[in-house]
C-alpha cells in the first residue's frame, strides 16, 4: 500500500463547477499535512496547509480527518486557472506527496 | 533574494556515467530534500536531510548518493547503477522543526540519459 494515495484523475469539470479530491495516508502518526499545486513541467508551489479543524482560503477549503487518515480539498466556482496537478502531501519523519490529482477547468 | 537553486536545468550524460546535482538554498533551511518525478507520476522521495550531516534514504535511494557537508548544499549523485535514470529531479528545503511549515522547491532539473 502507497504511503499516501490520491486518486490520479483527471478531473474534468466547467467553470463554475464545484470540484472535490480525497487523499488517504498510511501512517497515523503524521504530523502535518498540505496540498500543493503543480502546473505543467514546474516545480510544485504551497496551495494550502491543513490544520484538524479544517481551513479555507477564498475558494479553497481543506479537511483533515485523523480518525480515518485522510484529508480532502474542496474548489468552489473553478476557474480555468484553476487546472493543474494538485497534489496531497503529508509529513511525519519524511515529506511524502501523492501521486497528484489532475484537474482540466473547461470553458 | 532568498530561495532554493537547483542547476542545471537540463542535463544530458551517456549511460554509464555518474552525474551530480546541485541544489542550494540561502533560506537557513534545516532539512533537505531530494524528489524524483517521472512523467504523469507524483513526486517519489530519494534521500532527505533534516540536518548538516546527517542524511535518511528515502523510497528509491538505490543507484543514487548524497552528503550534506554544508546548511546551504544537497547535491545528489546519480551514479551508473541507477537502472533508469531519465527524470525530472527537484530539491527542495524546509525550516526543521516547527511542523506546519511549508516546503519550498527549486525549479528542477531534467536529467536525460542517452
Known amino acids: 500500500r502507497k504511503e499516501v494515495e490520491q486518486d490520479p484523475g483527471p478531473f474534468n469539470v466547467p467553470e463554475g463547477a464545484t470540484v472535490a479530491f480525497n487523499c488517504t495516508y498510511s501512517?497515523?502518526?503524521?504530523?502535518?499535512f498540505f496540498w500543493y499545486r503543480q502546473d505543467c513541467r514546474k516545480e510544485p508551489k504551497l496551495l494550502m496547509s491543513?490544520?484538524?479543524s479544517g481551513n479555507e482560503d477564498g475558494r479553497f477549503t481543506a479537511q483533515l480527518n485523523r480518525a480515518s487518515q485522510y484529508i480532502s480539498l474542496l474548489i468552489r466556482d473553478s476557474k480555468l486557472s484553476d487546472s493543474a496537478t494538485y497534489l496531497c502531501?503529508?509529513?511525519?519523519?519524511?515529506?511524502?506527496f501523492g501521486q497528484g490529482t489532475e484537474l482540466s477547468v473547461k470553458p | 533574494d532568498g530561495g532554493i537553486t537547483q542547476s542545471p536545468k537540463y542535463l544530458f550524460r551517456k549511460e554509464g556515467q555518474n552525474v551530480t546535482l546541485s541544489c542550494e538554498q540561502n533560506?537557513?533551511?534545516?532539512?533537505m530534500y531530494w524528489y524524483r518525478q517521472d512523467p504523469g507520476q507524483g513526486l517519489r522521495l530519494i534521500y532527505y536531510?533534516?540536518?548538516?550531516?546527517?542524511?535518511q534514504k528515502g523510497d528509491i535511494a538505490e543507484g543514487y548518493s548524497v552528503s550534506r557537508e554544508k546548511k546551504e548544499s544537497f547535491p545528489l549523485t546519480v551514479t551508473s547503477a541507477q537502472k533508469n535514470p531519465t527524470a525530472f529531479y527537484l530539491c527542495?528545503?524546509?525550516?526543521?522543526?516547527?511542523?506546519?511549515?511549508?516546503?519550498?522547491f527549486g525549479q528542477g532539473t531534467r536529467l536525460t540519459v542517452v
Open positions: 491543513v490544520y484538524s
Open positions: 533560506l537557513n533551511h534545516d532539512a
Open positions: 536531510s533534516q540536518i548538516v550531516n546527517d542524511f
Open positions: 527542495a528545503s524546509r525550516p526543521g522543526g516547527a511542523e506546519n511549515t511549508e516546503a519550498f
Open positions: 502531501v503529508v509529513k511525519g519523519g519524511k515529506l511524502i
Open positions: 501512517n497515523s502518526a503524521s504530523q502535518s
